[in-house]
């Protein structure tokens, strides 16, 4: 992948990032363009989205509210380190489940 690439989809892998309302936007602007960083960064924040619901939902409902709540640390983290590897311009798995999300939703 070439600078001019990453550049180009530098602003729609950030925007990728804010959850739900940030990550529909990405898919819209870069439907057309088909920016090969974006769609990485957009699976990471697909996935990291999905977990974010699994934690708000299940971990919540099902083991309390202290499980919740460090689970809710946990996706944070991994949406901030997902940021910060947009910023810099790297195709960074988050840890645990990057490598997975790639896979999971290699059609975006």
């Known amino acids: 992948m070439n600078n001019n690439s990453v550049e180009e989809g530098k602003k729609i892998a950030i925007i990728s990032y804010i959850p739900f309302v940030g990550l529909i936007i990405s898919i819209?602007?870069?439907?057309?363009k088909r920016n090969y960083f974006a769609r990485f960064h957009m699976r990471?924040?697909?996935g990291l989205n999905v977990l974010y619901f699994i934690n708000r939902?299940?971990?919540?409902g099902y083991f309390?509210?202290?499980?919740?709540?460090?689970g809710k640390v946990g996706v944070l983290v991994l949406f901030v380190l997902g940021v910060?590897?947009?910023?810099?311009g790297k195709e960074k798995?988050?840890?645990?489940?990057?490598?997975?999300f790639q896979e999971w939703f290699k059609n975006i």
Do not use: R, T
């Open 93 to 100: 798995l988050v840890p645990v489940f990057g490598a997975q």
């Open 28 to 32: 819209i602007l870069n439907k057309e």
């Open 64 to 70: 309390g509210v202290a499980a919740g709540d460090i």
């Open 84 to 88: 910060f590897g947009a910023l810099q």
């Open 44 to 46: 990471q924040s697909i």
């Open 57 to 60: 939902f299940i971990v919540y």
